[in-house]
Protein backbone atom coordinates (compact mmCIF):
# COMPACT_ATOMS: atom_id res chain seq x y z
CA UNK A 1 0.00 0.00 0.00
CA UNK A 2 1.18 3.61 -0.73
CA UNK A 3 0.82 5.47 2.24
CA UNK A 4 1.60 9.20 2.65
CA UNK A 5 1.77 10.21 7.16
CA UNK A 6 0.65 13.55 7.57
CA UNK A 7 1.78 15.36 10.92
CA UNK A 8 5.53 13.15 11.37
CA UNK A 9 5.97 14.41 14.81
CA UNK A 10 6.00 11.77 17.56
CA UNK A 11 3.36 9.04 17.03
CA UNK A 12 3.44 10.26 13.02
CA UNK A 13 7.19 9.40 12.67
CA UNK A 14 6.55 5.91 14.52
CA UNK A 15 3.85 4.84 12.57
CA UNK A 16 4.95 5.58 9.65
CA UNK A 17 8.74 4.18 10.49
CA UNK A 18 6.79 0.74 11.22
CA UNK A 19 4.70 0.56 8.11
CA UNK A 20 7.65 1.56 6.08
CA UNK A 21 9.12 -2.06 6.62
CA UNK A 22 6.35 -3.20 4.45
CA UNK A 23 4.87 -0.63 2.35
CA UNK A 24 5.90 2.56 0.81
CA UNK A 25 5.40 5.63 3.01
CA UNK A 26 5.85 9.13 2.43
CA UNK A 27 6.30 11.26 6.17
CA UNK A 28 4.88 14.73 5.70
CA UNK A 29 6.26 16.76 8.33
CA UNK A 30 8.68 20.27 9.41
CA UNK A 31 12.35 20.71 9.08
CA UNK A 32 14.51 19.64 9.78
CA UNK A 33 12.86 16.30 11.00
CA UNK A 34 12.10 15.58 6.95
CA UNK A 35 15.04 16.64 5.33
CA UNK A 36 17.33 14.56 7.77
CA UNK A 37 15.04 11.44 6.79
CA UNK A 38 15.30 12.37 3.54
CA UNK A 39 19.09 12.22 3.57
CA UNK A 40 19.70 9.40 6.02
CA UNK A 41 16.53 7.56 6.68
CA UNK A 42 14.81 6.85 9.96
CA UNK A 43 15.81 5.62 13.12
CA UNK A 44 13.04 3.94 15.28
CA UNK A 45 15.30 3.06 18.94
CA UNK A 46 13.49 1.84 21.99
CA UNK A 47 10.40 -1.07 22.32
CA UNK A 48 12.04 -2.10 18.86
CA UNK A 49 15.09 -0.88 16.84
CA UNK A 50 15.58 -1.10 13.37
CA UNK A 51 16.28 1.57 10.72
CA UNK A 52 14.11 2.57 7.65
CA UNK A 53 14.14 4.43 4.59
CA UNK A 54 10.64 6.59 3.77
CA UNK A 55 10.41 8.97 1.52
CA UNK A 56 9.75 12.35 3.15
CA UNK A 57 8.58 15.94 2.58
CA UNK A 58 6.93 19.25 4.06
CA UNK A 59 4.07 18.35 1.51
CA UNK A 60 1.71 15.66 0.50
CA UNK A 61 2.39 13.57 -2.85
CA UNK A 62 -0.15 14.09 -5.48
CA UNK A 63 -1.47 10.56 -4.68
CA UNK A 64 -1.65 7.98 -2.41
CA UNK A 65 -3.63 5.09 -1.81
CA UNK A 66 -3.96 6.26 2.52
CA UNK A 67 -3.64 9.27 4.25
CA UNK A 68 -2.50 8.79 7.74
CA UNK A 69 -3.36 11.50 9.59
CA UNK A 70 -1.56 12.44 12.64
CA UNK A 71 -0.90 16.66 13.08
CA UNK A 72 -2.15 18.13 16.21
CA UNK A 73 -6.47 18.75 16.17
CA UNK A 74 -5.82 22.26 15.78
CA UNK A 75 -3.78 21.62 12.60
CA UNK A 76 -6.61 19.51 11.13
CA UNK A 77 -8.22 21.66 8.91
CA UNK A 78 -4.79 23.03 7.32
CA UNK A 79 -3.83 19.32 6.94
CA UNK A 80 -7.36 18.54 5.41
CA UNK A 81 -6.81 21.82 2.87
CA UNK A 82 -3.31 20.18 1.95
CA UNK A 83 -4.76 17.16 1.07
CA UNK A 84 -7.69 18.25 -1.16
CA UNK A 85 -6.11 17.96 -3.92
CA UNK A 86 -4.41 14.65 -3.37
CA UNK A 87 -5.94 11.61 -4.53
CA UNK A 88 -6.59 8.82 -2.32
CA UNK A 89 -8.59 6.05 -2.13
CA UNK A 90 -9.36 6.41 2.45
CA UNK A 91 -8.25 8.65 4.78
CA UNK A 92 -7.37 7.51 8.66
CA UNK A 93 -7.18 9.94 11.39
CA UNK A 94 -5.77 8.57 14.51
CA UNK A 95 -5.45 11.82 16.56
CA UNK A 96 -6.32 13.33 19.66
CA UNK A 97 -9.56 15.32 20.48
CA UNK A 98 -13.04 15.30 18.61
CA UNK A 99 -14.36 16.54 15.36
CA UNK A 100 -11.26 15.81 13.60
CA UNK A 101 -12.83 13.09 11.45
CA UNK A 102 -15.52 15.28 10.41
CA UNK A 103 -13.14 18.23 9.75
CA UNK A 104 -11.30 16.12 7.02
CA UNK A 105 -14.07 14.32 5.25
CA UNK A 106 -15.88 18.15 4.22
CA UNK A 107 -12.59 18.78 2.21
CA UNK A 108 -12.27 15.24 1.16
CA UNK A 109 -13.53 13.08 -1.53
CA UNK A 110 -12.69 9.84 0.21
CA UNK A 111 -13.51 7.63 2.80
CA UNK A 112 -12.87 8.78 6.22
CA UNK A 113 -11.80 6.20 8.66
CA UNK A 114 -11.88 7.35 12.36
CA UNK A 115 -8.87 5.84 14.62
CA UNK A 116 -7.37 5.58 17.69
CA UNK A 117 -3.78 4.73 19.26
CA UNK A 118 -2.20 3.44 22.06
CA UNK A 119 1.48 2.96 20.74
CA UNK A 120 3.79 5.18 22.48
CA UNK A 121 6.69 7.41 20.49
CA UNK A 122 8.92 10.52 21.33
CA UNK A 123 10.77 12.26 18.73
CA UNK A 124 13.87 13.12 20.26
CA UNK A 125 15.79 14.03 17.59
CA UNK A 126 15.17 15.16 13.94
CA UNK A 127 15.44 11.43 11.79
CA UNK A 128 15.19 9.59 15.04
CA UNK A 129 12.15 8.33 16.82
CA UNK A 130 11.74 6.62 20.48
CA UNK A 131 9.44 3.91 20.94
CA UNK A 132 8.22 3.86 23.84
CA UNK A 133 5.23 1.34 23.75
CA UNK A 134 3.34 -1.12 21.97
CA UNK A 135 -0.09 -0.32 22.09
CA UNK A 136 -3.22 -0.82 19.27
CA UNK A 137 -4.24 0.71 16.37
CA UNK A 138 -8.43 0.62 16.36
CA UNK A 139 -10.18 1.67 13.26
CA UNK A 140 -13.70 1.70 11.08
CA UNK A 141 -16.11 3.59 9.99
CA UNK A 142 -16.87 7.30 11.47
CA UNK A 143 -20.24 6.57 11.72
CA UNK A 144 -19.87 3.51 13.02
CA UNK A 145 -21.22 -0.45 11.21
CA UNK A 146 -18.88 -2.00 8.67
CA UNK A 147 -16.12 -0.62 6.05
CA UNK A 148 -14.86 -2.33 3.28
CA UNK A 149 -12.13 0.20 3.02
CA UNK A 150 -11.70 -0.23 7.16
CA UNK A 151 -10.51 -3.99 6.44
CA UNK A 152 -8.30 -2.86 3.42
CA UNK A 153 -6.39 -0.84 6.01
CA UNK A 154 -6.45 -2.83 9.03
CA UNK A 155 -4.91 -5.84 6.97
CA UNK A 156 -2.15 -3.28 5.53
CA UNK A 157 -1.21 -2.62 9.03
CA UNK A 158 -1.38 -5.89 10.54
CA UNK A 159 0.95 -7.15 7.35
CA UNK A 160 3.67 -4.14 8.43
CA UNK A 161 3.40 -5.71 12.27
CA UNK A 162 1.03 -3.22 13.55
CA UNK A 163 -1.25 -4.25 16.20
CA UNK A 164 -4.95 -3.54 14.77
CA UNK A 165 -8.65 -3.89 15.21
CA UNK A 166 -11.00 -3.19 12.55
CA UNK A 167 -14.28 -1.85 14.66
CA UNK A 168 -17.97 -1.19 14.20
CA UNK A 169 -18.51 0.85 17.14
CA UNK A 170 -16.14 3.44 16.55
CA UNK A 171 -18.65 6.60 18.00
CA UNK A 172 -18.15 4.58 21.19
CA UNK A 173 -14.68 3.81 21.13
CA UNK A 174 -13.81 7.95 20.22
CA UNK A 175 -15.76 8.84 23.52
CA UNK A 176 -13.94 6.33 25.50
CA UNK A 177 -11.13 7.71 23.88
CA UNK A 178 -11.83 10.92 24.97
CA UNK A 179 -12.60 10.25 28.10
CA UNK A 180 -9.12 8.74 28.64
CA UNK A 181 -7.36 12.01 27.23
CA UNK A 182 -9.85 13.98 29.50
CA UNK A 183 -8.60 12.02 32.62
CA UNK A 184 -5.23 12.09 31.91
CA UNK A 185 -3.60 14.78 29.41
CA UNK A 186 -4.61 17.80 31.71
CA UNK A 187 -3.92 16.93 34.99
CA UNK A 188 -0.44 15.56 34.13
CA UNK A 189 0.55 18.84 31.81
CA UNK A 190 -0.33 21.25 35.06
CA UNK A 191 1.21 18.95 37.49
CA UNK A 192 4.22 17.83 35.55
CA UNK A 193 3.88 14.40 36.38
CA UNK A 194 4.27 11.36 34.64
CA UNK A 195 0.85 9.34 33.81
CA UNK A 196 1.55 6.86 36.83
CA UNK A 197 1.44 9.85 38.98
CA UNK A 198 -2.52 9.43 38.53
CA UNK A 199 -2.56 5.56 40.07
CA UNK A 200 -3.44 6.92 43.32
CA UNK A 201 -4.08 10.07 46.18
CA UNK A 202 -5.48 13.36 44.62
CA UNK A 203 -4.43 12.75 41.26
CA UNK A 204 -6.71 9.47 40.49
CA UNK A 205 -9.58 11.12 42.43
CA UNK A 206 -9.18 14.25 39.76
CA UNK A 207 -9.04 12.12 36.91
CA UNK A 208 -11.83 9.91 37.59
CA UNK A 209 -14.25 13.49 37.71
CA UNK A 210 -12.94 14.19 34.82
CA UNK A 211 -13.62 10.87 33.26
CA UNK A 212 -16.90 10.69 34.97
CA UNK A 213 -18.20 13.96 33.35
CA UNK A 214 -16.67 12.66 29.73
CA UNK A 215 -19.02 9.47 30.34
CA UNK A 216 -22.34 11.65 31.12
CA UNK A 217 -21.67 13.82 28.27
CA UNK A 218 -21.40 11.35 25.82
CA UNK A 219 -24.64 9.54 26.90
CA UNK A 220 -25.78 13.40 26.77
CA UNK A 221 -25.05 12.88 22.70
CA UNK A 222 -26.38 9.45 22.68
CA UNK A 223 -23.74 7.17 23.14
CA UNK A 224 -23.50 4.28 25.80
CA UNK A 225 -20.63 4.88 28.07
CA UNK A 226 -21.19 4.15 31.75
CA UNK A 227 -18.97 6.13 34.53
CA UNK A 228 -17.63 2.99 35.70
CA UNK A 229 -16.33 2.17 32.19
CA UNK A 230 -14.31 5.60 31.60
CA UNK A 231 -13.20 5.18 34.88
CA UNK A 232 -12.00 2.07 34.69
CA UNK A 233 -10.46 2.43 31.46
CA UNK A 234 -8.86 5.44 32.64
CA UNK A 235 -7.44 3.72 34.89
CA UNK A 236 -6.24 0.90 33.21
CA UNK A 237 -4.29 3.29 30.28
CA UNK A 238 -2.82 4.91 33.96
CA UNK A 239 -1.51 2.17 34.92
CA UNK A 240 -0.41 0.72 31.44
CA UNK A 241 1.35 3.74 30.32
CA UNK A 242 2.54 4.60 34.19
CA UNK A 243 6.30 5.76 33.19
CA UNK A 244 4.54 7.84 29.83
CA UNK A 245 4.73 11.95 29.65
CA UNK A 246 1.09 12.48 28.19
CA UNK A 247 1.37 14.61 24.74
CA UNK A 248 0.13 17.34 26.28
CA UNK A 249 2.82 17.30 29.47
CA UNK A 250 5.22 17.06 26.31
CA UNK A 251 4.01 20.02 24.79
CA UNK A 252 3.93 22.04 27.87
CA UNK A 253 7.32 21.13 28.90
CA UNK A 254 8.37 23.01 25.12
CA UNK A 255 6.47 25.63 25.49
CA UNK A 256 3.96 24.18 22.79
CA UNK A 257 0.04 25.08 21.96
CA UNK A 258 -1.67 21.99 23.51
CA UNK A 259 -4.85 19.97 22.44
CA UNK A 260 -6.66 20.93 24.98
CA UNK A 261 -10.09 22.87 22.95
CA UNK A 262 -10.51 19.21 21.39
CA UNK A 263 -10.04 17.32 24.41
CA UNK A 264 -11.64 18.72 27.97
CA UNK A 265 -12.49 22.17 26.06
CA UNK A 266 -14.85 19.67 23.69
CA UNK A 267 -16.50 17.96 26.60
CA UNK A 268 -17.00 21.39 28.44
CA UNK A 269 -18.83 22.69 24.91
CA UNK A 270 -20.71 19.78 24.26
CA UNK A 271 -22.25 19.30 28.10
CA UNK A 272 -25.46 20.27 28.28
CA UNK A 273 -25.00 19.75 32.02
CA UNK A 274 -22.10 21.51 34.64
CA UNK A 275 -18.66 19.71 34.00
CA UNK A 276 -16.56 21.57 36.82
CA UNK A 277 -13.74 18.99 36.58
CA UNK A 278 -12.96 19.51 32.76
CA UNK A 279 -14.03 23.39 32.83
CA UNK A 280 -11.45 24.34 35.30
CA UNK A 281 -8.87 22.00 33.54
CA UNK A 282 -9.55 23.88 30.10
CA UNK A 283 -9.46 27.41 31.98
CA UNK A 284 -6.00 26.29 33.53
CA UNK A 285 -4.43 24.98 30.63
CA UNK A 286 -6.16 27.93 28.08
CA UNK A 287 -4.60 30.26 31.19
CA UNK A 288 -1.21 28.77 30.66
CA UNK A 289 -1.32 29.00 26.75
CA UNK A 290 -2.32 32.92 26.87
CA UNK A 291 0.20 33.49 29.60
CA UNK A 292 3.08 31.98 27.51
CA UNK A 293 1.78 33.10 24.28
CA UNK A 294 1.64 29.43 22.91
CA UNK A 295 -2.06 29.48 21.95
CA UNK A 296 -0.12 31.37 18.77
CA UNK A 297 2.04 28.31 18.16
CA UNK A 298 1.85 27.02 14.45
Known amino acids: ?10 LGSLLGGLLAREH ?25 SFHVDPAADTDPPAGADLALVTVKSYDTADAAAALADCSLEACLSVQNGMGNEGTLAAELDCPVL ?19 GRGEVVLGAREGGPSAAAEDVGTAFEAAGVETTVAT ?9 LAVNAAINATTAL ?24 ARVARERGVDLSDDRAVSLAERVIRDT ?3 RSSMLQDVEVGRRTEIAAINGYVVDAATTP ?19 SERER
Open 275 to 293: VPVNETLTRLVTLWETRTG
Open 114 to 132: AGTCTYGANLVDPGRVDFT
Open 242 to 244: AAN
Open 24 to 48: DVTLVGREPHVGTVRRAGLDVVGTE
Open 191 to 214: ARVENGALADGPGRTLAADAARET
Open 169 to 177: DMPTRLWEK
Open 1 to 10: MDIVVVGAGS
